[in-house]
């Protein structure tokens, strides 16, 4: 039976950590899902959305939260596709309208009316979420809870990332905050891609573990006299990076990237530091052909190839557990840098 009170991370005010406290279970629509959440993943987001960092309005009291795997418990008269018993995984795009022509062209994170779990609607820092059923993401029953739920925001999203930046197998791609948890599951989606890896990050934790996830090359950009060298002299012919994965939280490689790109190549923009600005030399970018493109989540059908990736046994990447009464410790080991990997939080029965 479902309980009509529930555990949740409540944002009471912005900027300050959340509270753990006792909320209603909120009652799936025509048209949605109820999942009991069993584990869900710390995303960056959700360290901007407590600080508000972004140009988009969140919604108040929110419970944030985006990387969240469970059991369906509930669902809508109109829900399709999905049932009772099924695991399923709430992802950032909660919801979209279905009828506008992103939708309709399967751009479905570009939809104006799109909900945001954790965001603009409550996400997956409680025992109990809802979903729209056409946006739940459908999992495997013998894939782990726990370890697929950084796939459900950071995976779709760096395999997304992937795709659009044109890299073909045996090309090089440079991941910028490869130590964090979109740039550890970058390494490894990269690398079952078939793409050789340039990890950047700071610190040796980090580097230990970009080692282990198969990178060719680690460099700590805390401690290079000279980043761009140092990159491109990473590539097997010198010249740079065939594409760059920006998933770093600073400004700095923003601009820095066009140097150690290959001509030709490919910056793909997905980390999304607060008031940041791309900026390239003009110059540069034409004569040496180079693009720069942003990169938003992915769609549904992004969803079930990140998650067959990772069913399939490609993708193996470290992360942390704690209990969802630590996401403040969370946050504050996540603000100063400091995780390895991702972390998932264990949600109460
Ligand atoms: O759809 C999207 N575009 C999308 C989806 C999900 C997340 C975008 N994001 C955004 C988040 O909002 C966040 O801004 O991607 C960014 C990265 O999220 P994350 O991987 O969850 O953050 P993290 O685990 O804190 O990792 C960030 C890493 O960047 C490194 C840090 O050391 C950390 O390991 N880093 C920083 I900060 N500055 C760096 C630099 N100058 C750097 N690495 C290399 N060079
Ligand atoms: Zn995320």
């Given at each position: 039976t479902i309980p009509k009170t529930q555990w949740a991370q409540v944002l009471?005010?912005?900027g300050e950590l959340p509270v753990y406290k006792e909320i209603p279970v909120p009652e799936p629509g025509p048209d949605e899902v109820l999942v009991k959440l069993r584990y869900t993943g710390v995303c960056h987001t959700d360290l901007h959305a407590m600080n508000g960092d972004w140009p988009l309005p969140e919604k108040d009291n929110l419970v944030g939260g985006h990387e969240g795997a469970g059991v369906v418990v509930a669902k809508g008269?109109?829900?399709?596709?999905?049932?009772?018993?099924d695991h399923a995984g709430i992802k950032w795009?909660?919801?979209?309208?279905?009828?506008?022509e992103f939708c309709k062209t399967a751009?479905?994170?570009?939809?104006?009316d799109a909900l945001l779990s954790g965001y603009t609607v409550d996400g997956t820092f409680q025992q109990y979420a809802i979903g729209k059923a056409a946006h739940v993401s459908k999992l495997p029953?013998?894939?782990?809870l726990d370890a697929i739920a950084?796939?459900?925001c950071a995976g779709i999203t760096v395999y997304k990332g992937l795709k659009e930046s044109g890299a073909r197998p045996g090309q090089t791609v440079a991941i910028v905050g490869a130590g964090g948890g979109l740039g550890s599951l970058a390494q490894q989606y990269a690398k079952a891609m078939g793409l050789r890896v340039v990890a950047i990050d700071g610190g040796d934790e980090k580097k230990a573990m970009c080692e282990k996830l198969g990178a060719e090359a680690y460099i700590d950009f805390t401690k290079s006299s000279d980043l761009v060298a140092d990159v491109k002299a990473a590539t097997p012919d010198g010249l740079g990076a065939h594409a760059v994965l920006l998933v770093a939280v600073s400004e700095k490689p923003f601009q820095q990237a066009v140097a150690y790109a290959r001509s030709r190549g490919t910056i793909v923009a997905i980390g999304l530091p607060a008031h940041a600005y791309l900026k390239a030399p003009v110059f540069d970018t034409v004569v040496r052909m180079i693009s720069i493109k942003g990169s938003y989540v992915g769609n549904r059908q992004d969803g079930v190839e990140a998650v067959g990736f990772f069913a399939r046994g490609l993708i193996k990447a470290p992360f942390k557990t704690a209990h969802l009464k630590d996401l403040p410790e969370v946050f504050k080991l996540m603000q100063e840098g400091k995780i390895a990997g991702r972390y998932v939080l264990e949600i109460p029965e």
């Open positions: 009471e005010k912005k008269s109109l829900a399709q596709g999905i049932e009772i018993g795009l909660n919801g979209s309208c279905l009828s506008c751009d479905e994170s570009l939809c104006p029953k013998e894939v782990p950084p796939i459900l």
